[in-house]
């Protein structure tokens, strides 16, 4: 019985009710849900149990349909433009290092989220030799080695939390939005709260869909997984440069052992390439990177 229930909460994720938070709470950690899998064995090891032994195929199918094409090294190499998204968190301590870890990262378009009046001006000072272009809105930025345009806050809140501008790469322009969506609360009273989160999401689904130009970017701090379905509104019209072509699930947070993927890069009508994480710095969030073929 265990191991049918396990199946079926994993088949039918998209299912389960949003009450109290509780669909996004499964689909934030649904990767592990697999760890079940050897539970079970062992279980049925310990019983000696060939009927429970079968069983535990069942969820192990259920994980495979869902994220066996996600640990395979989908990685090669080439690509036009590199992008790295990065929250690099109000509390770092050490925003000097982390921007020049960022510098070094072989970025053309760099977004950085969590930025504050105290750091913002570190982070101008330490990139501006790499990125000659930068714009910065409410704790949002964006830096690139090639010219922006067209660079305009999104208030996807009440207060902005995004940035959109036209990069003029030499294969022509590219849409880059960087955004924070709210942040998810846990609380006895609403359980795991995704409202703001969400509607933040909606908002910048709407602004994605009338973008006009073919070639769009979306990265940033999305506090939620590719797998939550209230998110997808603003992911089903993308595809993520991890699934499509990294190695493994690149969870990002916390940084000291990451559980989920939350910081993400989407594209539409451009190729990923390559999608990988790079190394800690004074944040708890990872910079996630990728190559894409404009």
């Known amino acids: 019985m265990s191991a049918l229930c396990g199946a079926l909460l994993m088949a039918l994720h998209a299912q389960v009710p949003n009450g109290f938070g509780l669909g996004s709470l499964l689909e934030t950690f649904l990767p592990w849900a697999g760890l079940c899998v050897p539970v079970l064995l062992a279980v ?13 195929v069942a969820p ?3 994980w495979v ?32 290092r982390t921007a020049r870890a960022l510098a070094r990262s072989g970025a053309h378009v760099l ?23 930068h714009s910065v809105h409410q704790g949002v930025g964006l830096w690139s080695t090639y010219p922006m345009r067209e660079v305009e806050p999104v208030p996807i809140m009440p207060w902005t939390r ?26 006895p009273a609403a359980g795991f709260a995704t409202a703001r989160r969400n509607e933040a999401g909606r908002n910048l689904a709407e602004v994605v869909r009338a973008e006009r130009l073919p070639r769009v970017v979306v990265v940033g701090d999305f506090n939620g997984t590719g797998e939550d379905t209230a ?18 699930f ?15 890069i989407l594209v539409r009508g451009v190729s990923p390439v390559s999608s990988w994480s790079l190394p800690a710095t004074g944040s708890d969030h990872l910079p996630v990177a990728a190559s894409l073929r404009l």
């Open 162 to 187: 995004a940035v959109r501008a036209t990069v003029h790469t030499p294969r022509g322009p590219v849409a880059v939005y960087a955004a924070h969506l709210a942040s998810v609360r846990v609380s």
């Open 250 to 264: 690149g969870f990002t947070w916390p940084a000291s052992f990451p559980l989920v993927r939350i910081d993400q």
């Open 65 to 96: 349909s869902l994220f066996g094409g996600v640990v395979v090294d989908k990685t090669s190499a080439g690509g036009d433009l590199v992008v790295v998204t990065h929250n690099v968190g109000e509390a770092n301590r050490e925003p000097g």
């Open 60 to 62: 192990a199918v259920a």
């Open 111 to 133: 977004a950085l989220e969590e930025l504050s009046s105290k750091t913002t001006p570190v982070y101008e000072r330490e990139l501006a030799a790499n990125f000659p272009y």
């Open 231 to 248: 998110l997808r509104p603003l992911t089903s019209q993308l595809r993520s440069a991890q699934g499509e072509a990294g190695a493994g």
């Open 44 to 56: 049925a090891v310990v019983r000696r149990s060939r009927v429970a032994a079968v069983a535990v």
